[in-house]
T-cell receptor, first 114, second 111 residues
Framework: DAGVTQSPTHLIKTRGQHVTLRCSPI?????VSWYQQVLGQGPQFIFQ???????GRGNFPDRFSARQFPNYSSELNVNALLLGDSALYLC?????????????FGNGTRLTVT | GESVGLHLPTLSVQEGDNSIINCAYS??????FIWYKQESGKGPQFIID?????DKRQGQRVTVLLNKTVKHLSLQIAATQPGDSAVYFC??????????FGTGTSLTVIP
């Protein structure tokens, strides 16, 4: 079975541009979460979506937005990119939005902002 | 915010020895914990989870121990192999929407 797939794998943008990252969850998983991982640190929560509705949002500015589609895939959008947005963006899916539903991660999109 | 920390940022073990990776968490209300393994260039990989109503759970070559009294979590890897070399994260979920991750422990297995 396919795991969580993310595209693109790598991306280089310049400051001020916007970016769209895509994620397809594991088949049957209805919840998608996005995390940002800065080099040398653990992942930090950005969003959780379940059944196309936002269920949680981390401490990120409004430049970050996301959505979930009827097929449960998801997009993360970041506007007005800053150098500090350079990071590995991870998508994770889970069966439910419950606290004890384990996250299964994709391999991420490496975003570099120059 | 939540604080999930690891006692040792790096750990080196001989192949065949047992490894123990420790983690401290701060929220006594946290009810669910996961250990992840992250290899270079990959996303975190689920290893094992445990709920707060348990103090021990075993998987294949791995054991997770939970001590709620001192808010401590550990991951034991038996007969460590070179393929176990990676960064290990503990994660806690106190709210249902998000997991809080520690900064990770880098495990190096010496052949």
């Amino acid at each position: 079975d396919a795991g969580v797939t993310q595209s693109p794998t790598h991306l280089i943008k310049t400051r001020g541009q916007h970016v769209t990252l895509r994620c397809s969850p594991i088949s049957g998983h209805k919840s998608v979460s996005w995390y940002q991982q800065v080099l040398g640190q653990g992942p930090q929560f950005i969003f959780q979506y379940y059944e196309k509705e936002e269920r949680g949002r981390g401490n990120f500015p409004d430049r970050f937005s996301a959505r979930q589609f009827p097929n449960y895939s998801s997009e993360l959008n970041v506007n007005a990119l800053l150098l500090g947005d350079s990071a590995l963006y991870l998508c994770a899916s889970s069966l439910r939005a419950a606290y004890n539903s384990p996250l299964h991660f994709g391999n991420g999109t490496r975003l570099t902002v120059t | 915010g939540e604080s999930v920390g690891l006692h040792l940022p790096t750990l080196s073990v001989q192949e065949g020895d047992n490894s123990i990776i420790n983690c401290a968490y701060s929220n006594s209300a946290s009810d669910y914990f996961i250990w992840y393994k992250q290899e270079s260039g990959k996303g975190p990989q689920f290893i094992i989870d445990i709920r707060s109503n348990m103090d021990k759970r075993q998987g294949q070559r791995v054991t997770v121990l939970l001590n709620k009294t001192v808010k401590h979590l550990s991951l034991q890897i038996a007969a460590t192999q070179p393929g176990d070399s990676a960064v290990y994260f503990c994660a806690e979920n106190p709210t249902g929407n998000q997991f809080y991750f520690g900064t990770g422990t880098s495990l190096t297995v010496i052949p």
